[in-house]
């Protein structure tokens, strides 16, 4: 019988229970395990999804905690997919952060539509980044 899912922003987590999602993924596959301990370390805050001892789900908030915040690295384990934890997720990303004046994410665009049916929207203006700033010269 599978465990029940728990929701939690309080629970820790490793490099090495995040690094199996994140190689699940085209944005974060090969990630090293110095590097997600580093972003774990500047995250604002980040929701967990525990079925028991396994991680399988993750998102993480970047915010000033008024104006913006920053939606990251939505990600569920391919096995749990459909089954509504990434709804579930967003439902308790925007609980915890309902005060904020504006929440933002990117995705890629197969993802637009299971967003848009959370209440995003696409904006009219342009999203613009400079990117691999530490490859630069």
């Known amino acids: 019988m599978p465990h ?3 929701y939690t922003f ?8 995040l ?7 085209t944005w974060a596959k090969g990630r090293s395990a110095e590097d997600i301990q580093h972003m774990l370390d500047h995250t604002t805050s980040c929701l967990t999804v525990w079925q028991g001892d396994r991680l399988v789900g993750f998102a993480r908030v970047i915010t000033d905690d008024v104006y913006r915040g920053l939606l990251d690295d939505v990600i569920v384990d391919t096995d749990l997919r459909g089954q509504g934890i990434g709804a579930a997720m967003i439902a308790h990303i925007i609980a915890r952060f309902g005060h904020l004046e504006e929440l933002l994410l990117g995705c890629l665009d197969h993802m637009v539509p299971f967003y ?16 691999n700033l530490a490859h630069r010269h």
């Open 10 to 17: 309080d629970r820790p987590v490793t490099p090495e229970q």
């Open 116 to 131: 848009e049916k959370l209440g995003f929207k696409i904006e009219g203006h342009p999203h613009m980044a400079i990117k």
């Open 19 to 25: 690094q199996p999602l994140f190689e699940q993924t």
């Open 4 to 6: 029940t899912l728990t």
